[in-house]
Nanobody, 119 residues
Framework: VQLQASGGGLVQAGGSLRLSCAAS????????MGWYRQAPGKQREWVAQ???????NYEDSVKGRFTISRDNAKNTVYLQMKSLKPEDTGLYYC??????????????WGQGTLVTVSS
């Protein structure tokens, strides 16, 4: 079971990037998938979340600029980022969580994809 993130890169301020994260080795639809980021010298922070029911939530600084979406059948989550700012620079990690019942849970992280926004 793993998450594979991709789509990071170098972009100028005001530009756009689209991140993707695909889960493999899972034969059920994941309840929650989301994105976190970690800027250099800072702690990892939550960015956005999408539930299997279609509910989405965003960290305040990215509202209106980032859009999270997912393909439940493929257990893939996307993060469309627009109007990027230098402060968006960091390693972006995808995360997946499902309550499996009977005390079990799926709680996994992807390897991180680097987003660098130049001013």
């Amino acid at each position: 079971v793993q998450l594979q993130a991709s789509g990071g890169g170098l972009v100028q301020a005001g530009g756009s990037l689209r991140l993707s994260c695909a889960a493999s080795g899972i034969d059920f639809s994941i309840n929650e998938m989301g994105w976190y980021r970690q800027a250099p010298g800072k702690q990892r922070e939550w960015v956005a979340q999408s539930t299997i029911g279609g509910r989405t939530n965003y960290e305040d600084s990215v509202k209106g600029r980032f859009t999270i979406s997912r393909d439940n059948a493929k257990n893939t989550v996307y993060l469309q980022m627009k109007s990027l700012k230098p402060e968006d620079t960091g390693l972006y990690y995808c995360h997946a969580y499902s309550d499996l019942g009977d005390g079990g849970e799926l709680d996994i992280w992807g390897q991180g994809t680097l987003v660098t926004v130049s001013s």
